[in-house]
């Protein structure tokens, strides 16, 4: 937890620029060739991602979609190449179990017992450069999402807060590309966790939508059953750990040919939860090509 | 959220859902644990109670000397993350006796260390254990006026 640092915060921005390099390092990049890195994470003021950009002296955009923002900034990235406003973009975010821990529910030593909705925040980071050119994988499309509010009050059940938005963004982007979930091998949510995934079929269905199997969420991906995390997993390195490294790894191998992931995030702030405000989720939509 | 809000019938359709997905919290499993947890910590503390009267303390200075090593215990475990693991299971069982309390104070001193002694560790001290003594002292203070008014 303490990745050889002094603080909790002080290993999740190491973590994070760990992350950033090696993906520069695989792309055979140096920070010069980068015109921007788009980061983000949980902390307040996303100090993580600002850390981070201190280290790296690219120029910085730094982006709060709470856990979706792996996916803003690959669809924020892609809209600067698509644009011509940029050559290579460095997109990034991470979490971590302790610093969000504290910062949204108790100190981590507290003798608390978790609702069976709850879950795991993640802790990682997870990092993509996107080039105007190359071989692929490549960005085809993206749905950016609406903040979608059903009234969900509970904090200790986040996938059911989060699950409109991704449902919504989900029938948006098959809506506006004339797709159905049949042309893609693989559709992911970002962190909804077991029982959002149902939810978010469940809504897909009253829309004469059927998702299958084809269908999962990276929250349910990460965690083993035996890590007793109850509900799967959650935060920025939830969705930009399994995207980056699982699913990129399965397109490598050429199991996955089309991916469409949404990241998905919970816009909720202990403050605002206090003061009896429901939680806002949001989803953003990326395609990603193997070709 | 108003009469006029167009998504009114939507968000009751989707409460209903969610209902249905939700998991039921296990109720009855962890009012056993927290029985049998919460009992022991309390078969300890009387234990711990009788010895310290068959070593010829009055009643009270025995409590004392019973709250003062169940506090110690709770802070030593929570300082090896051990409360915390026990507590997952115990639930209530570890919340509501003195334990409870005392991990409710070491948990946060832990977290806030990194902040410093004054802003960090002095400041957040009592974030949660804060509300327990302000509503206990308030009540306690309300009890004692009743006592008076129907003493007069």
Redo the contacts between chains.
């Keep these: 937890m303490y990745y050889g640092e002094?603080?909790?915060?002080k290993a999740e921005q190491r973590i994070f620029q760990e992350t950033m390099e090696l993906a520069l390092h695989k792309a055979n990049l140096k920070t010069g060739d980068i015109d921007f890195m788009l980061a983000g994470d949980l902390t307040n003021q996303i100090i993580a991602a600002n850390f981070t950009a201190r280290g790296l002296a690219i120029p910085f955009i730094g982006l709060y979609g709470a856990c979706s923002t792996m996916y803003e900034g690959l669809a924020l990235g892609s809209m600067l190449i698509d644009g011509g406003f940029a050559r290579y973009v460095l997109v990034g975010a991470s979490s971590h179990y302790a610093t969000a821990e504290?910062q949204f529910r108790?100190?981590?030593?507290?003798?608390?017992?978790?609702?069976?909705?709850a879950q795991w925040t993640v802790t990682g980071a997870g990092a993509i450069v996107l080039g105007s050119q190359g071989q692929g994988p490549r960005i085809t499309h993206a749905t950016v999402g609406k903040v979608t509010d059903?009234?969900?009050m509970d904090a200790s059940?986040m996938g059911?807060a989060m699950a409109?938005a991704a449902a919504d963004t989900l029938l948006q982007h098959l809506k506006d590309t004339g797709r159905s979930p049949g042309d893609y091998d693989l559709i992911a949510t970002g962190d909804l966790g077991k029982?959002g995934r149902?939810?978010v079929v469940?809504?897909a269905e009253q829309n004469a939508v059927a998702l299958s199997d084809s269908y999962t969420d990276c929250g349910t991906l990460i965690f083993d059953e035996s890590q007793d995390t109850h509900?799967g997993g959650s935060g920025c390195a939830c969705s930009a750990v399994v995207t980056c490294g699982h699913i990129l790894d399965q397109m490598k191998q050429g199991r996955i040919k089309r991916f469409l992931g949404i990241g998905t995030g919970a816009l909720l702030s202990p403050c605002s939860c206090q003061q009896g405000e429901s939680i806002p989720g949001i989803g953003h939509a990326v395609v990603i090509d193997a070709g | 959220m108003n009469s006029s809000d167009p998504f009114e019938l939507q968000k009751r359709e989707y409460k209903k859902m969610v209902q249905q997905v939700k998991p039921k919290p296990t109720v009855i499993k962890n009012g056993i644990m927290a029985f049998l947890v919460g009992g022991t910590i309390c078969a300890a503390g009387q234990l711990l109670m009788n010895f310290f009267k068959a070593r010829e303390l009055g009643t009270q200075d025995a409590g004392l000397a019973t709250a003062a090593v169940l506090v110690f215990l709770a802070a030593f475990l929570t300082g090896l993350g051990i409360y915390d693991e026990i507590a997952k299971y115990a639930g209530a069982g570890t919340i509501v006796p003195i334990t409870g309390f005392a991990n409710s104070m070491v948990a946060p001193a832990m977290e806030f260390r990194s902040e410093g002694m004054v802003f960090g560790v002095g400041a957040r001290l009592f974030t949660i254990a804060g509300p327990v003594l302000v509503f206990g002292i308030v009540t306690a203070w309300l009890a004692g006026l009743i006592t008076l008014v129907l003493s007069l």
């Design positions: 002094k603080t909790w915060e504290r108790f100190p981590t030593e507290q003798g608390v017992q978790r609702a069976m909705s059903f009234g969900e059940d059911a409109p029982y149902q939810l469940k809504l509900a």
